[in-house]
Nanobody
Framework: VQLQASGGGLVQLGGSLRLSCAAS????????MGWFRRGPGKELEFVAA????????YYSDFVKGRFTIARDNAKNTVNLQMNSLKPEDTADYYC?????????????????WGPGTLVTVSS
């Protein structure tokens, strides 16, 4: 499956953005789908994931209550709604897909990665 993320941009503190990950060559419902990010000078970190078929969702502590991950089966996309954005949310955001079981918080669980989309939150 090939992935393409979009929707990044510049937003002010407290604003919202919606990232979208379009999949081709595969159906998002058949994959565990995740979002990771890498901020300036930081390591890659888990943001959110949705498990294939059952649709269980997982969030990192620093986005829980602010971000929502959801599948759009009709459009074959996975979206990340980001509200109450903070400057520390500034990062390149990456969409990823995999089929392995286990803990979806780890990047090693995923086999397919798309190019990042940059989110910048100004104060």
């Amino acid at each position: 499956v090939q992935l393409q993320a979009s929707g990044g941009g510049l937003v002010q503190l407290g604003g919202s953005l919606r990232l979208s990950c379009a999949a081709s060559g595969g159906t998002v419902g058949n994959y565990n789908m995740g979002w990771f990010r890498r901020g300036p000078g930081k390591e890659l970190e888990f943001v959110a994931a949705i498990r294939r078929t059952a649709g269980d969702t997982y969030y990192s502590d620093f986005v829980k209550g602010r971000f929502t991950i959801a599948r759009d089966n009709a459009k074959n996309t996975v979206n990340l709604q980001m509200n109450s954005l903070k400057p520390e949310d500034t990062a390149d955001y990456y969409c990823t897909a995999g089929r392995r079981g286990g803990d979806l918080h780890y990047s090693g669980q995923y086999d397919n990665w798309g190019p990042g989309t940059l989110v910048t939150v100004s104060s």
